[in-house]
């Protein structure tokens, strides 16, 4: 993990979608404003987000956000469920964060990953949350 005090790393990346996250679509400054919360109450420094171009399975700004890593402490996600769907595209995202030796947090889950040990925690909320969405919706 990043040091704060190593001075070759400052802050961490926003992240923030325009399009639908589980059906839902979340204004960009309530995202913001969701993270950057999330970066007060843990005591992280908050540098501005880059935002998700709208197209489906597009990843432009994530991977501009993964080659910035080298000069971030990390990067916190308004949610998890912005990640990939696709699960190697997913696995490829943790790896270059762990490598980097920073973090990825999501602020509406409260999830951090660190290392390789968080990555099967993180991967259970994912699988759940497909669970669910596969869930019969009658009362």
């Not at 589980?22 to 995202?31: C, E, F, K, S, Y």
């Not at 109450?41 to 432009?60: I, K, Q, S, W």
């Not at 030796?101 to 909320?125: C, M």
Request: include cysteine.
């Amino acid at each position: 993990m990043a040091s704060r005090s190593d001075p070759a790393r400052s802050g961490y990346r926003g992240y923030i979608g325009s399009r639908p996250v589980l059906g839902n679509r979340t204004p960009q400054a309530v995202q913001n404003l969701v993270i950057r919360d999330y970066c007060q109450r843990n005591g992280l420094p908050y540098l501005l987000a880059a935002a998700e171009y709208t197209m489906p399975a597009c990843y432009m700004m994530l991977n501009e956000v993964l080659a910035e890593l080298p000069r971030l402490e990390g990067v916190v996600c308004y949610t998890l469920f912005m990640m990939p769907e696709a699960t190697e595209r997913r696995h490829e995202v943790y790896r270059r964060v762990i490598e980097a030796r920073a973090s990825l947090h999501t602020a509406l889950e409260g999830q951090v990953l660190r290392s390789a040990d968080d990555v099967g925690r993180i991967e259970d909320i994912w699988l759940v949350q497909r669970a669910l969405a596969r869930a019969p919706k009658t009362l």
